[in-house]
């Protein structure tokens, strides 16, 4: 169990050091801030014709913060605005530390540990939940969560 650890950890901190999609675009996008933690994540997206095209985010951080974003993207980017949805919905019970198969979610497997810190849950999600706002319509806007 330690090396699966080990390298959640690494993967979780290559996204930190080396993050995919990094940096605004100029389309529509979700400004969120978590105040209790300081985490501070902008994600937007190009989508068309039901897919999304580009997908990018700015922001700072802890490095779970910053390595889900980047995950995120990676995962996100060229699929369909419902493939999107369902595994945004698959992060959120992985995080929480439910049964489930979440092969599809890539990388974004490195981050099931924060269920076992309940604190560290909105670190994970927040990006996701830019994301999932602006894939609904709730776009150029800045909230706290």
């Not at 699966?4 to 990094?22: F, T």
């Not at 419902?82 to 595994?87: D, G, L, R, T």
């Not at 990388?107 to 927040?126: E, W, Y």
Request: negative net charge; charged residues 25%.
């Amino acid at each position: 169990m330690d090396n699966l650890r080990n390298l959640y950890q690494a993967v979780i901190m290559d996204h930190y050091h080396n993050p995919h999609n990094k940096g605004l675009k100029g389309y529509p996008k979700m400004h969120l801030k978590n105040p209790a933690c300081g985490d501070d994540i902008t994600i937007e997206a190009e989508v068309q014709d039901g897919v999304i095209k580009h997908i990018n985010h700015q922001g700072n951080g802890c490095s779970i913060c910053c390595a889900s974003a980047s995950m995120l993207c990676l995962l996100m980017e060229g699929k369909s605005v419902s493939f999107a949805k369902k595994e945004i919905s698959k992060f959120y019970d992985l995080v929480q530390g439910k049964d489930g198969d979440y092969d599809s979610l890539g990388d974004a497997n490195s981050l099931a540990g924060v269920a076992k810190f309940p604190a560290r849950i909105r670190c994970a999600t927040i990006s996701w939940k830019a994301l999932e706002m602006v894939l609904e319509g709730d776009v150029d806007e800045e909230k706290e969560i």
